[in-house]
């Protein structure tokens, strides 16, 4: 993902990479100290909120010195202090940002070609930064759990990807018994939660301005030993401290909207991985609904 070089004569930072501070905190965490591992856990631990407070804070929240959160903060690659908050700050706003702000951001921006040349060069940019951060281990246990007939599965999906959900649940309800799809209504998830049995699979999609039910109910979920697999963005929801897997993908567009191109794709290699695991039952299931199609009549034939 591609964005603006600092402009000179504006002091607000700009930032030029898709990595998250949380990323980077990942990727540098076995190269730090304990008391700065203390820290790293501090500011994980309430992303990135933990982080916005002043160094002295910081320091105290996490039981640590403040020249710790200062060598700490270096040691990940800022000059500073305040341009690492200046990052989070960033981070925060482009999480919480609403279609209206979004384009805006997006229209001041846009260069001078056809919408369709600007989707699909956005598009390609989020496939290309997803796949080089998916880890295929962690794809293929995801699979794993997705395939296993002695776990229920559960889709449940917010305002808009409520329908993410639900065309995962559609294939997956032709592969393999046992599955449900949540409604985005909060209301209904208790007796869905009664249902869970520890080992089951909870499939959550949760994407900016983050639904704040999500995370009751992977806290509630995860405490009855259910697995959570999270599908979010470059910006992770806070859902992330409860999934046992999670799916970060690129969803930026030139548009009001997210683009949930990337996120189907994912979703349809895991729906492929998971029918080729065990394809002469699916098969059998196909050719069941199939003949179920044809009693009912549910499909115009060709004469």
Same mark, same amino acid.
Do not use: C
């Given at each position: 993902m591609n964005r603006r070089r600092p402009d000179r004569g504006n002091k607000k930072l700009v930032l030029t990479t898709s990595k998250t501070v949380s990323d980077v905190i990942h990727a540098h965490f076995g190269g730090l100290t304990p008391a700065e591992r203390r820290l790293a856990e501090s500011l994980l631990e309430n992303y990135p909120v933990s982080g916005l407070g002043s160094i002295t804070t910081?320091?105290?929240? *996490?039981?640590?010195?403040?020249?710790?959160?200062?060598?700490?903060?270096? =040691? /990940?690659? @800022?000059?500073g202090y305040p341009e690492f908050q200046a990052h989070l700050h960033? &981070?925060?706003?482009?999480? +919480?940002?609403?279609? +209206?702000?979004?384009? $805006?951001r997006w229209a001041s921006n846009a260069p001078?070609?056809?919408?369709?040349?600007? #989707? *699909?060069?956005? %598009?390609?940019?989020?496939?290309?930064?997803?796949?080089?951060?998916l880890? *295929?281990?962690? #794809? $293929?246990?995801?699979?794993?759990?997705?395939? $296993?007939?002695?776990?229920?599965? @559960?889709f449940v999906g917010g305002r808009i990807t409520?329908?993410?959900?639900? @065309? #995962?649940?559609?294939?997956?309800?032709? +592969?393999?018994?046992k599955t449900t799809l949540m409604s985005s209504n909060a209301s209904s998830w208790p007796q869905h939660v009664l249902n869970m049995n520890t080992g089951d699979v909870l499939v959550i999609f949760d994407i900016r301005r983050y639904e704040a039910d999500m995370t009751t109910l992977a806290a509630v979920a995860k405490a009855a030993g259910v697995q959570i697999i999270l599908f979010t963005d470059?910006?992770?929801?806070?859902? %992330?401290?409860?999934?046992?897997?999670? #799916? =970060? %993908?690129?969803?930026?567009?030139?548009?009001?909207? $997210?683009?949930? %191109?990337v996120t189907l794709f994912v979703? &349809?290699?895991?729906?492929?991985?998971?029918?080729?695991? *065990?394809?002469?039952?699916?098969?059998?299931?196909?050719?069941? /609904?199939?003949?179920?199609?044809e009693q009912a009549r549910l499909f115009r034939k060709l004469r």
């Open positions: 910081v320091a105290e929240n *996490a039981g640590v010195s403040t020249p710790t959160v200062a060598r700490m903060v270096q =040691k /990940l690659g @800022y000059k960033q &981070e925060l706003e482009a999480s +919480i940002s609403n279609p +209206i702000a979004k384009h $805006d001078g070609t056809h919408v369709l040349n600007r #989707f *699909a060069e956005a %598009v390609m940019n989020n496939m290309r930064q997803t796949l080089s951060e880890d *295929a281990a962690t #794809f $293929d246990e995801a699979a794993r759990l997705l395939a $296993d007939k002695k776990r229920s599965v @559960y409520g329908a993410l959900a639900e @065309y #995962f649940f559609t294939h997956m309800q032709v +592969i393999r018994p470059q910006w992770t929801s806070p859902v %992330v401290k409860h999934a046992l897997h999670s #799916f =970060k %993908v690129q969803i930026e567009a030139p548009s009001a909207w $997210d683009s949930s %191109v979703v &349809e290699a895991l729906i492929e991985a998971v029918q080729s695991s *065990a394809w002469d039952e699916t098969r059998e299931r196909m050719k069941t /609904l199939e003949d179920l199609f």
